[in-house]
Structure formats: C-alpha cells, structure tokens
C-alpha cells in the first residue's frame, strides 16, 4: 500500500485493536516496523522485535514500546505465556506460508489471552521498498487458511476487486481514487462478514484455557 494508505488503514483500524487490547497489559509486537498501531494504544508494557536498524531506530525515537529487540521474528522464542496478547500487523505476508504458520503456532503458545494478525487477503506483490529486503512479499494469506490454525477472521478495508497495481507493480492501490475511497468505505460492512472478498484480513485467535 502507498503510505498515505497505510496511514488511512492505521487510522481505521487503530480502534479496533484498542478493543482487542482491553485488559492486556503486556504485548509482543511482532515485525513492529517503524509505525505501530500499538504507538496509539495504552498498554502496560510492550516489546517490539524487528531485524531492519533503521525502522527500529526511527520507532525507538517515537517511544512506542518500551523494550526493543533487533531479532528474526522467524528464530526467536520467548516463554509460555510471557504476554497477555501478541500482534503481527502486515507481517505475514513477508514470510513464506510455512514460516508464517510456524510463527502463529509459536506466538499462541507465547501468549496469555490472544493473538491479532492483520494481513492482505490472498498474494498482493510488492518488491523491496525503503532499502529493506524484508519488505518483499513472500505469501498470501487466505481466510480459511487462518481459520485452520483457530483464527476468527473479519475483512477489512472493502472489497478487493477495488485495488490494483501502481504502474512498477509495488504496491497495491485504489482504483478510481477518491470515488474508490468512497466504494471501499461502502462495502467494508459486507466484506467484515465475508472475509474471502475483502482486500484485508483481520483475525483473532483467543485462549480458552
């Protein structure tokens, strides 16, 4: 996505995870980057992990979380139940399907109460971008996908037919601009009900035990 619409889906959808937050008091950002959505949400104690200095310093300055550790997402490991919930926003997608998989086996065990994913629905290409390697797309996710492995899923940001591709195939964009704002709004009540049409995915798993 350009970066005004990372901002757009940001805005939207930081309410939402503040509901999904409430009651956690420690949270594992996983892949933080350097603009959170956990930069807008109150929580007690948050440690975000990312491998690309230059995203983790610009993080550090804004003081989203409180601990910073410079790491493979795909490596590290942290105890049972070491945080109440644990959040991968836009990360997936830049790990193969099987990475991503064993990474949301590990991050249920590491989390007390819940686990959040927001991801694009199905493979949106995208190339390497700001220097950084990791930004490659590697995977697309579906929603049954998600729900094997015990995930909810909601859509996100509208109906997926209304994106495409900018003119160097990397990033994904609205069609018919400001019209296409408009229609995305529209059918986001359809698509948070059938996820295989949205352009985004939104899951949650939570623990029962």
């Given at each position: ?11 939207k ?55 910073y ?18 959040i ?11 990475e ?50 015990g ?17 160097k ?13 408009v229609a ?9 009900l ?16």
């Amino acid at each position: 996505m350009t970066s005004f619409q990372i901002k757009r889906s940001y805005r939207k959808l930081t309410p939402r995870l503040k509901e999904e937050l409430s009651g956690c008091k420690t949270v594992l950002d996983l892949g933080c980057g350097k603009t959170s959505m956990l930069h807008y949400c109150e929580v007690n104690f948050s440690v975000g992990v990312d491998l690309f200095d230059p995203y983790l310093e610009e993080s550090k300055k804004k003081g989203t979380h409180n601990k910073y550790i410079k790491a493979d997402i795909t490596k590290i490991e942290f105890e049972e139940d070491e945080f109440d919930a644990v959040i991968l926003m836009d990360v997936l997608e830049h790990l193969s399907t099987e990475e991503g998989k064993e990474l949301l086996i590990k991050a249920k065990k590491w989390a007390k109460r819940k686990v959040i994913v927001f991801t694009p629905n199905g493979f949106v290409y995208q190339g390497d971008r700001e220097k950084n390697p990791l930004q490659v797309h590697k995977s697309g996710w579906k929603p049954l996908q998600l729900k094997k492995l015990g995930f909810k899923v909601r859509g996100v940001e509208g109906w997926k037919k209304l994106y495409g591709y900018n003119d160097k195939l990397e990033h994904s964009s609205l069609k018919f601009g400001t019209l296409g704002m408009v229609a995305a709004d529209i059918t986001r009540v359809l698509t948070y009900l059938l996820p295989e049409h949205a352009f985004e995915l939104w899951a949650v798993w939570e623990n029962d035990n």
